[in-house]
Structures are given as structure tokens and as C-alpha cells.
């Protein structure tokens, strides 16, 4: 075989068996001497780098950049400037809260980073496919980011450290809102829009500047997934989102966005009656209309993804002529951040891997050295300045202008201006139709419910009535089910699907469905709302659940505002009808079979006032405690709630 190409070991030596060890005779042991062996099991091992602390899972393309309306006016930035102006970039999307092996379709934001190899260098927008964040103070981001990431202890996400941190944190209002609605789950990278986020700067040649937000309109349609949609996916197709964009651009699909931008004179952000560097609020499209700039379109798969996609470092403080950061306090605490975390990733000479380095110039300065250095160093030339030997030298033109600052140094309280924490998400809250509403409040009550403790609960809570009084009331019907249809099968979907949604453990669905209806039917005073039971997906707990359905019934929740359990098998369905009163159960004995939707109180006898919510159930239900902790106990069914929707 002359033409072909010989494996080499680390060194360029010949490979002559890449099939066998090298051993002490035909049956010996493994020599050390075998250096092909020992230096292959050695780069294996190195094989992974730190995953990133948050967005670790993500997918990458290239593509470019290219102007369709001039905004010179505005900025000098060449990347901007100029009808037809193509620059090559890079785009990372990602999701925030999952580890690298995490599946994709999950409610959670998306990262939207955008790195543009200018002529003046590269600019990275590192946004996300959300106009507005969950807080607007830096130091606020590792703790949030810790009650998102798995718990010390469990070891997985927990609905308590999530909704503690929030109703600790009413600012998160907003972007709660925005992330439980429809948009909460894209249903993949390109049908989504992405976002600067926060405000920057740009300076145009005159020295004018002007504030800034960016907007990506995705030019394939909005698509999202629901949570039902998305449980599903997430276990049948946990790289769902990667294999979409890879399969797109491979079938010349280039998916593409286009930017728009709303600008504010500086002049008027000190008079807007929104504080115009808060991270959880939007300018209205009404105060500044988008202004269209360009197209960016992704039309190159990276032929190796640790090489470009993980080993890519998008740092916001990386600006070019023309555009700067604004006095946002998140995006200046970012400016810090990743800058930092590349080099603890990927060391400091992370800025000559391939992907991050300049294409459209190239990077000349004094920095020299460190681990991995592997370009030519700067070979002879002097690694000082200034210097007499013709090296490179500042130019003393500013990328932008200054940011004006007034008062003493210290901690401050934020600067509400006129809007507070909850406007802008009552607003979102008003302008979505009624079944975006109840879909919306549906995901919110899923994860309220699986909230222990009520003080956290009721925190949650009070901050969405804050934003709407209807709004806060429907997700807390759920925990404190006064007054209204809490319990329709709007209300069950979420335990349905959530999460930890699925189908398993109902051994005999059918037949407990058959029940449940039945019951329900034979309730009188039942009003229209649909009927519910929530059976466990777990394979015990479901067995249990039969076991109890078989005895007489486990336990429904129907009604309006009431609740129906039960306790311990029931001898015939008129005890059933007995046991109901209003709002407030009474159940006797100690065990039970069924679930309720939401955290609902009821009282058992001989024992204390209990919450009953997802996480409360396992404790009360003895069998169904332990190893498995009553939040993935009572997951409902999905099959079986769409079962238990009665016929018209
Ligand atoms: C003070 C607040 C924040 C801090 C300290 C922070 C910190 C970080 C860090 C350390 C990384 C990992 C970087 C790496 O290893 O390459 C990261 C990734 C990322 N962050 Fe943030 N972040 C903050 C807020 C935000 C906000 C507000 C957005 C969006 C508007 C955002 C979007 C992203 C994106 C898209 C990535 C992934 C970049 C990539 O694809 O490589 N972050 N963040």
C-alpha cells in the first residue's frame, strides 16, 4: 500500500501495530517500554477541558455579517458600515443551566454569542435569545447561578433553590415571566431570535454617542416546544437542537437572522423613564423603534467541534472602534468574567487558537510566553514598548466615548426610576392572549408546587399578583386553591409533563382512568372544570397507585376549588361522594394513594396541617418516601390526563 498515509506516535515515528499491545511473551504482561501505548492512554485521559461554568452545552457554525442599511449615523464601526460590508463570524448558541451531556430541549434561556472577525479586530456579542436577564447586579450572578445548578447535597436541580432565589429576588419577575411562557423552550437554535441584552454604546466619526440594543430576528419563523413537547424530545433526542443546526447548514438550509437596533441618544437616558442600563427590562418598541442594519448568516459547519465550538471564547469586553459598554452593572461585571474564566479554560494564549483569533487582521502587541504558546512568539522582535526598533504603537483614538459619572464611590441601592420590578412583566402578562396565559401560569404552578416550604411559595407568588393581580392568582390557586378553578387540566399539565414527565409505572392506566372518571361523573356538584387525577410515573409508586385504584380509588382532585382524597382503600364510591367537603380536606388515616395538583393544604387527622405538593406527597405517603423523593414520585402521567379529559 505505498500511496498510503503511516501512522505516527506524538513524535512522527512510525506506528507498527496499532491492534496489540506489546507484552512479555504471547500471554505476558503489558510493557512499559511500549511508548505508542502509554503515550495514547496519556492523551486520552487529557482529553477533556473544564467544561464552562454555565452554557456548557452548545452548538457552533460560521457564516458572516453583511450590511443592508448603513448606520454610520451611529457608529463608526466598520463592521456596521456601509451597504454590502460582508465580516466573516462565528455564532455559539447554547443552553445555561445543563452540564455538557445535558439534553437540549429543556426550559431554559439560550446563548446567543456572536463573535465578528472586523478589520479592526473581533467584536463578540455575547447575548442570549432573551432581550432582559433574571437580576442587573453582577455580584448576584454566581449565587443565582448556584440555585439553578445541581444542589450540594442531591446532587440535582431543586425546585426549592430555584423559586428561593427568585422570591428573594423580585427583579426576576420579568424574565420569569418571559421564560415560563411559550418562548421558554425553543424548539431549536434557528427559530429562535437572539438579543444583545443589555445596552451598549456606540460613537460615530464625529465622537456623537448614542445607547444601544440589539435584536437578531431569526428570518426562519419563531417555533417553540410546549413542556409536554419538550420532555418528550429531551429523552428521545437529547441533541436535538445541535442535530437541527448541524443537518440545516449540511443541507444548504443557512439559517439567518436579521439585526435590528433601537438607539437612544445619550442625551435621553438620563430623563427615560425606565433606567436604561436595567438588565430586566426592554425599551418599548414605542420610544425607539428597531432600526434594521443587516443579515447574519450561518452557512459553515466546523469540520472539528472541540477545535472550534469548544475551545471558542466569546469575552463582551472584546468592543472594536465605535462601540463600547454602557454603565449596565451586569454587562461591566461581564466585562471582568470571561475574559477570566478563558484563561482558567483554555489558558492565556486561548486568543491564538484558531477560532478566537483575528481572521480579518491579525493580533501584534507585546504579550509573550505561557503554556501552549505554540505560534512563533513574536520570534525576534522586542517584546517592550515603546521601543526603537519599529514596533507596533498605540494609535490614540479611543473605541468610544467615555461614560459620564457623578456622586461618591460605595454600594447603592438600584435606581427604579419610575417602573418597578413587576410593570414590565404584568405588561408581558396583558399583552399574551388567555391560553398563552394559562399555559404560562400552568409552567409557573408546576414548579411552585414542587416548593416545600410556603414561605418560598407564597414569596413566588406575591410577586406575580404583584405584576398582575390575576397573574399572581392563578399559579397561587394552586397552593392556596381559594375561589377558582384550580385544579383544570390546564393546572395538571405541567405535572404531567414536567421534567420528570413520562409515561412509565401506570401499569394499568385504563383502569384507574376508568375510575377516576367514574367518580368524577357520579359527583353531582361536579362543576366544569376538568376532572383530574395525578398518578404517579414512577414503576412503584404507579404500582401502588393501582394497587389503591383496585381497592376503590386513590384519590382525585376535582372540582373548582375542591379537593377529594382519600385514604386507604375506600369501600365503595358513595363513601367517596361522603368524604367530600369544601376546599379544605379532610382525610382520614394515614396513607393515600392519589395525588393533588398543586400545593394544596389539607388536613389529615392525627397528624398536622400539611402542604401537599409534589414534594410534600412522598412524606406523607410513606411508601412512597425514600430513595425517591416525593417530587419524582408524583410526576403525573401524560397519557393518562389526556385520558382523563372527559369525552364532549
Ligand atoms: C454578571 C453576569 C454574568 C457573568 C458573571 C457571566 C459569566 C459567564 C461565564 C464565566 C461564562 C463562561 C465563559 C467561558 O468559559 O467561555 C459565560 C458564558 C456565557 N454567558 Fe454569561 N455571565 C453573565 C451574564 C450573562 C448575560 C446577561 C448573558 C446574556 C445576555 C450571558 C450570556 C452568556 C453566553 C451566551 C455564554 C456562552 C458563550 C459561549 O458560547 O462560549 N451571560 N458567562
Not at 457608529?75 to 451531556?101: I, L, W, Y
Not at 482558567?344 to 491564538?352: F, M, V
Not at 404560562?440 to 414542587?450: S, T
Request: hydrophobic share 35%.
Amino acid at each position: 500500500m505505498p500511496d498510503r498515509r503511516i501512522l505516527t506516535t506524538e513524535s512522527g515515528a512510525p506506528v507498527a501495530d496499532n491492534q496489540h499491545s506489546q507484552t512479555a511473551g504471547p500471554g505476558g504482561p503489558v510493557l512499559l517500554q511500549d511508548q505508542h501505548l502509554v503515550e495514547k492512554l496519556a492523551r486520552f485521559n487529557r482529553e477533556r477541558i473544564p467544561e464552562r461554568v454555565v452554557h456548557a452545552r452548545g452548538s457552533g457554525a460560521y457564516g458572516y455579517f453583511e450590511v443592508a442599511r448603513d448606520v454610520s449615523a451611529y457608529t463608526r464601526a466598520k463592521v456596521f458600515n456601509g451597504v454590502g460590508t460582508r465580516t466573516e463570524t462565528f455564532v455559539r448558541f447554547s443552553t445555561v443551566a445543563g452540564g455538557r451531556g445535558a439534553p437540549e430541549a429543556v426550559r431554559d434561556p439560550r446563548g446567543f454569542a456572536v463573535k465578528f472577525y472586523t478589520v479592526d479586530g473581533n467584536y463578540d456579542l455575547v447575548g442570549n435569545n432573551t432581550p432582559i436577564f433574571f437580576i442587573r447586579d453582577p455580584l448576584k450572578f454566581p449565587d443565582f447561578i448556584h440555585s439553578q445548578k445541581p444542589d450540594p447535597f442531591t446532587n440535582r436541580q431543586e425546585p426549592e433553590n430555584v423559586w428561593d432565589f427568585f422570591s428573594h429576588s423580585p427583579e426576576a419577575t420579568h424574565m420569569f415571566t418571559w421564560l415560563f411562557g411559550d418562548r421558554g423552550i425553543p424548539a431549536n437554535y434557528r427559530q429562535m431570535d437572539g438579543f444583545g441584552s443589555h445596552t451598549f454604546s456606540w460613537t460615530n466619526a464625529r465622537g456623537e454617542q448614542f445607547y444601544v440594543k440589539y435584536h437578531f430576528k431569526t428570518d426562519q419563523g419563531i417555533a417553540t416546544l410546549t413542556t409536554q413537547e419538550a420532555a418528550v424530545l429531551a429523552g428521545a433526542n437529547p441533541e436535538s437542537h445541535n442535530s437541527d443546526l448541524l443537518e440545516a447548514i449540511e443541507r444548504r438550509e443557512y439559517p439567518s437572522w436579521t439585526l435590528k437596533v433601537q438607539v437612544m441618544p445619550v442625551a435621553e437616558a438620563v430623563g427615560y423613564r425606565i433606567n436604561p442600563f436595567d438588565l430586566t427590562k426592554v425599551w418599548p418598541y414605542a420610544d425607539y423603534p428597531l432600526i434594521e442594519v443587516g443579515k447574519l448568516v450561518l452557512d459553515k459547519n466546523p469540520d472539528n467541534y472541540f477545535a472550534d465550538v469548544e475551545q471558542s471564547a466569546f469575552d463582551p469586553g472584546n468592543f472594536v472602534p465605535g462601540i463600547g459598554p454602557s454603565p449596565d452593572k451586569m454587562l461591566q461585571g461581564r466585562l471582568f468574567a470571561y475574559g477570566d474564566a478563558h484563561r482558567y479554560r483554555l489558558g492565556i494564549n486561548h486568543t491564538r487558537i484558531p477560532v478566537n483569533a483575528p481572521h480579518a487582521t491579525k493580533a501584534d502587541n507585546y504579550g509573550r510566553d505561557g503554556a501552549m504558546r505554540f505560534d512563533s512568539n513574536g520570534g525576534r522582535s522586542k517584546n517592550y514598548e515603546p521601543n526603537s526598533f519599529d514596533g507596533p504603537a498605540e494609535t490614540n483614538e479611543p473605541h468610544y466615548g467615555g461614560l459620564d459619572t457623578t456622586g461618591v464611590s460605595g454600594t447603592y441601592e438600584w435606581d427604579r426610576r419610575e417602573t418597578d420590578d413587576f410593570a414590565q412583566a404584568g405588561a408581558l402578562y396583558s399583552l399574551i392572549d388567555d391560553a398563552a396565559k394559562r399555559r404560562l401560569v400552568d409552567n409557573i404552578a408546576d414548579g411552585v408546587a414542587q416548593v416545600e416550604h410556603s414561605a418560598i411559595v407564597d414569596r413566588s407568588v406575591s410577586c406575580f399578583r404583584s405584576a398582575d393581580p390575576d397573574y399572581g392568582d392563578a399559579p397561587g390557586a394552586k397552593a392556596r386553591p381559594e375561589g377558582r378553578c384550580g385544579l383544570t387540566s390546564a393546572d395538571a399539565a405541567p405535572f404531567a409533563a414536567g421534567e420528570l414527565g413520562g409515561a412509565r409505572g401506570v401499569d394499568d392506566q385504563d383502569r384507574t382512568r376508568r375510575l377516576v372518571r367514574d367518580a368524577v361523573r357520579n359527583t353531582p356538584e361536579n362543576p366544569p372544570c376538568a376532572p383530574h387525577a395525578f398518578v404517579a410515573h414512577d414503576d412503584q409508586v404507579g404500582a401502588d397507585l393501582c394497587r389503591h385504584a383496585d381497592d376503590g380509588f386513590g384519590g382525585i382532585a376535582c372540582g373548582s376549588v375542591d379537593l377529594r382524597l382519600h385514604a386507604g382503600p375506600l369501600r365503595d364510591r358513595d363513601e367517596l361522594r361522603e368524604q367530600r367537603v369544601s376546599r379544605r380536606e379532610v382525610v382520614r388515616g394515614e396513607e393515600f394513594g392519589g395525588q393533588v395538583g398543586g400545593a394544596n393544604r389539607l388536613r389529615f387527622v392525627g397528624g398536622d396541617d400539611v402542604q401537599v405538593g409534589a414534594a410534600r406527597l412522598g412524606k406523607v405517603h410513606g411508601r412512597l418516601d425514600g430513595a425517591q423523593r416525593g417530587r419524582r414520585a408524583v410526576c403525573a402521567n401524560q397519557k393518562l390526563l389526556e385520558h382523563l379529559t372527559p369525552p364532549p
